[in-house]
């Protein structure tokens, strides 16, 4: 056993990103505690973990205080589409802010470094492109959007005031549009959206006409980012982007999928939800300096992944669903 492994606990570790990063934590030969309420989390996508003595998974809501002893915090709680952050937008709200009040806490009691799990939301409906870690973004406080956006904001404002005020050790990422396998089937983004009605046979929907544009991360990408994040010096607090620069449209985006497959979907448009961001896109100048990072999975290699992913999920639940219908006409 080395006797350097460090505990590292992830909330929302039951999550899209959060799995992905208990995964190459344990890889990598650390302890993991995985912390999570199972609001958007599936049990699913850690049970290869359960089993190893290096991982624990804990059913627990962050806006309620912990006391564990770790070395370093992932704050990954939070969910993170639309469809789901605005079911409970007040419990969304709670999460980001009072969990990071939890969660900071904890932190500066037992003197853990911890990274929060940001957003490229903290921007808005940018005006300026590609955004730079120094924008102060355009955000609507208002709008159906705001409680996640907001949230975030907010928690980074109590991320930099434990560092000033406590010394805490911060980073935070300003993460943007990241997919891979595991995402939600029905959280309604746009990757997950698009391959699972492909896969179903049914028209892809546009919001628009399509022509907003978006940049896709792998998430074993992220992943990495992440983690070299943690590892700096304590003086590299971030804000950092972390995110793929390469812009396409959503369109293009649909179009891909049909190719990759094989489906005759057509596609369809859709009115614009509120407060949708025409165009989003980091510079990831800071990350490429201090991190020496960058995506390297192209996006018809992580789509061709992802569309396996959900091609595999599907055939399961039909052949579950086939078991059932086959016991009950017995
Ligand atoms: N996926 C992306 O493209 C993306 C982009 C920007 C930021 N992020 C951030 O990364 C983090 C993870 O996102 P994701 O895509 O994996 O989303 P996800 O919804 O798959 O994962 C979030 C996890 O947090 C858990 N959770 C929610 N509220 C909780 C609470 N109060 N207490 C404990 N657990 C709670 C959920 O059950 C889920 O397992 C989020 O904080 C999100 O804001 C993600």
């Known amino acids: 056993m080395s006797l350097t492994r460090k505990r590292v606990m992830v909330t929302g570790g039951a999550g899209f990103l959060g799995s992905h990063l208990c995964e190459r934590l344990l890889r990598d030969g650390n302890d993991v505690l995985c912390v999570d309420n199972y609001f958007t989390g599936r049990k699913d996508n850690i049970a290869r973990l359960i089993g190893d003595p290096h991982f624990e998974a804990m059913r627990h809501d962050i806006t309620f205080p912990l006391y564990v002893e ?35 806490g904890l932190a500066k009691r037992i003197g853990a470094k911890i990274l929060q799990a940001s957003t490229s939301e903290v921007y808005g409906d940018p005006t300026i492109h590609p955004q730079t870690e120094d924008y102060r973004g355009n955000v609507n406080p208002l709008g159906p959007r705001a409680c ?32 891979g396998p595991r995402m939600h089937p029905n959280d309604g983004r746009v990757v997950s959206n698009f391959i699972v009605q492909a896969l179903q046979g049914e028209d892809i929907t546009l919001y628009g006409d399509g022509s907003q544009t978006r940049a896709f991360c792998y998430v074993d990408d992220l992943v990495e980012g992440l983690m070299r994040l943690m590892a700096t010096e304590d003086v590299e607090t971030g804000p950092m982007n972390l995110g793929n620069p390469h ?42 300096r201090v991190l020496g990072w960058g ?32 016991v009950h006409a017995t």
């Open 295 to 326: 995506p390297t999975i192209a996006l018809e290699d992580g789509l061709a992944r992802t569309v396996e992913y959900f091609r595999g999920m599907m055939a399961e639940r039909a052949a579950a669903l086939a078991t059932r219908e086959g």
């Open 70 to 104: 770790v070395d370093e915090i992932y704050n990954m709680a939070c969910p993170a589409s639309p469809v789901h952050y605005q079911y409970d937008p007040v419990q969304t709200t709670k999460t980001s802010v009072i969990g990071a009040i939890n969660m900071l």
């Open 148 to 179: 996640y956006d907001e949230g975030k904001r907010c928690a980074e404002t109590l991320f930099f005031d434990y560092h000033r005020q406590h010394r805490t050790r911060i980073k935070v990422a300003r993460i943007f549009n990241t997919y």
């Open 247 to 288: 812009e396409i449209t959503v369109r293009e985006l649909a179009e891909r999928v049909v190719r990759l497959t094989g489906a005759g979907s057509a596609l369809v448009q859709r009115e614009l939800p509120a407060d949708d961001p025409v165009q989003r896109c980091p510079d990831i100048g800071m990350a490429k």
